[in-house]
Each structure stands twice: as C-alpha cells, then as structure tokens.
C-alpha cells in the first residue's frame, strides 16, 4: 500500500501552492480590471480559468484514485469533469451571443 507521503503529499502541496499562486494572480487581474467581469466575453474566460484549474485538478485526483486502486471513487470523479466540461462547452458556445 502507498503510504500518505508518496500518494496525496504531493497533490496537496501542487495545489495549495500552484492554487494559491493562480488565486493570487487571479485577484490582482481582477483589480487591475484586466478582466471586467461586466463584460460577457471577460465572464466566459473567468469561467475557463477557472475551470481549468479545478479540470487539471480533476485529472491528477483521478488517476491518484485509479492508481491506489480505487476505481469507484475514480470513475465518479471522471463523471464530474465530464458534466463540467459539457457545462462549460453548452455555455460558451451554445448560450454565447457571439463566435468564440
């Protein structure tokens, strides 16, 4: 069995740090007004930064799951970012008023 140190230490530390250095640049480009939110199409790259980090999160978890040899947990992870990306597929181009 792998022990806490080798499976979940290292998840923990990419995404606390990595996490909070994306949140911190995240908050200073949105005080900056480098992206305004009242606008529709600075609103949809929000919603795919965002994304992103919570997708790449996803995937890690996902495979730490399936290689500890848990495949239940693994396959309801998978579920999730599934609907997540059919969500943000079915908002950006389907509920856009514009191309992207």
């Keep these: 069995m792998v022990d806490f140190q080798?499976?979940?230490?290292?998840?923990?530390?990419?995404?606390?740090?990595?996490?909070?250095?994306?949140?911190?640049?995240?908050?200073?480009?949105?005080?900056?007004?480098?992206?305004?939110k009242d606008r529709v199409r600075h609103r949809h790259w929000f919603h795919v930064l965002i994304f992103g980090l919570i997708y790449y999160m996803g995937i890690h978890s996902l495979f730490t799951f399936a290689a500890l040899g848990q495949i239940m947990v693994a396959m309801i992870i998978a579920m999730i970012m599934l609907a997540m990306t059919a969500h943000l597929v079915t908002t950006l181009f389907f509920k856009s008023d514009r191309v992207i």
């Design 6 to 36: 080798r499976a979940w230490l290292p998840y923990m530390y990419l995404y606390i740090v990595g996490g909070g250095i994306f949140l911190i640049g995240m908050y200073i480009i949105l005080k900056s007004n480098s992206l305004n």
